[in-house]
C-alpha cells in the first residue's frame, strides 16, 4: 500500500557576485552571469534592487532623518494607523505595509527607494529575460520585508511574481487523517520569499537567490499575480 508522496528536498542558493544596481540595469542579464540557472528554479530578487534599476529611487534630505515622509504620504492611498512617526499606510497596490514601503536602508545616503510601479510586470520582465538568455523555464519572484500584526519581528513576502503559482489552494482535498480541508490555500509565493531571505540577509549585500528543488506543477504559464490573486480585497478584509 502506498503512502503519501515524500516531499523532495529543497536548496535555497545565494546568488553571489551581483553589482551595484543602477537605473537602467539589466536584471536577467545579470543574474544569468552569475549563476546557472536550471529547469524549474524560482529566482527571488529583492525589491531593493528591482526599484534601483527601475529608476524608483527619489533623493530626500540626508540631514533630516523625516525627510522622506512627504514621500510616504504621496505614495499612501489611505493611512491606517499611525504612532509617533511610524505610519502604516495602504499603498496603491494594495498592500498594507509600514511607510508605504518607501525605505532608507541598502541605498545610498540621501536617496529613499519606493515600491516598483508594478512589481508583477517587473518580475515577468525578469522571467522573460532569463528564459531568453539561458533557454530556462523559471519563476520568479519580487520580494519585500514586511511586518506582521499580531508577531514581533519582519519576514519576506513576495510583492510580485511571474511564472509561479500565488496561492496553492487545498480546499476539497484531504489531510493526514482524511478530512476534508474546507479553507486552506497556501501563499506558496510567500513561503519561498521568506526561504529566500534566510540567505540573503539585510546586509550581506546578496539581492537575489534560488530555489531549487520546488514541485514542478508550483511553475505555471498562467498570469498568475499577487496583486490580484494574493492580496485580500478590502471588502473580505475584516481589519481594514
Known amino acids: 500500500m502506498s503512502g503519501p508522496p515524500v516531499p523532495t528536498p529543497l536548496q535555497v542558493i545565494p546568488v553571489l557576485g551581483i553589482p551595484e544596481i543602477t537605473r537602467g540595469a539589466d536584471l536577467a542579464g545579470l543574474v544569468c552571469d552569475a549563476t546557472e540557472l536550471l529547469e524549474g528554479d524560482v529566482v527571488v530578487v529583492t525589491q531593493k534592487v528591482v526599484s534601483k534599476a527601475e529608476g524608483a529611487v527619489e533623493a530626500v534630505d540626508a540631514d533630516d ?32 505595509c509600514a511607510n508605504a514601503g518607501v525605505d532608507l536602508s541598502n541605498v545610498e545616503r540621501g536617496t529613499a527607494a519606493l515600491l ?30 514586511f511586518g506582521r500584526p499580531w508577531r514581533r519581528g519582519v519576514t519576506d513576502v513576495a510583492i510580485g511574481s511571474a511564472g509561479v503559482r500565488v496561492v496553492v489552494d487545498l480546499r476539497g482535498t484531504r489531510d493526514a487523517y482524511g478530512r476534508e480541508l474546507q479553507v486552506t490555500e497556501v501563499a506558496v509565493v510567500d513561503e519561498i520569499a521568506a526561504a529566500a531571505e534566510l540567505v540573503m540577509g539585510k546586509a550581506t549585500g546578496v539581492p537575489v537567490a534560488v530555489v531549487r528543488g520546488l514541485d514542478p506543477a508550483i511553475l505555471t504559464d498562467d498570469p498568475a499575480s499577487v496583486r490580484h490573486d494574493l492580496v485580500r480585497p478590502p471588502a473580505d478584509d475584516l481589519f481594514r
Not at 512627504?70 to 512617526?85: D, K, N
Not at 510601479?117 to 515577468?124: M, Q, V, Y
Request: hydrophobic share 35%.
Open 65 to 96: 532623518p523625516l525627510s522622506h515622509k512627504v514621500i510616504v504620504e504621496r505614495e499612501s492611498v489611505r493611512v491606517l494607523r499611525r504612532r509617533g512617526e511610524l505610519v502604516i499606510s495602504e499603498t496603491r497596490h494594495g498592500f498594507v
Open 116 to 145: 516598483p510601479e508594478d512589481s508583477d510586470r517587473s518580475a515577468r520582465r525578469i522571467r522573460d529575460g532569463i528564459r531568453a538568455r539561458a533557454g530556462v523555464r523559471v519563476g520568479v519572484i519580487v520580494s519585500d520585508t
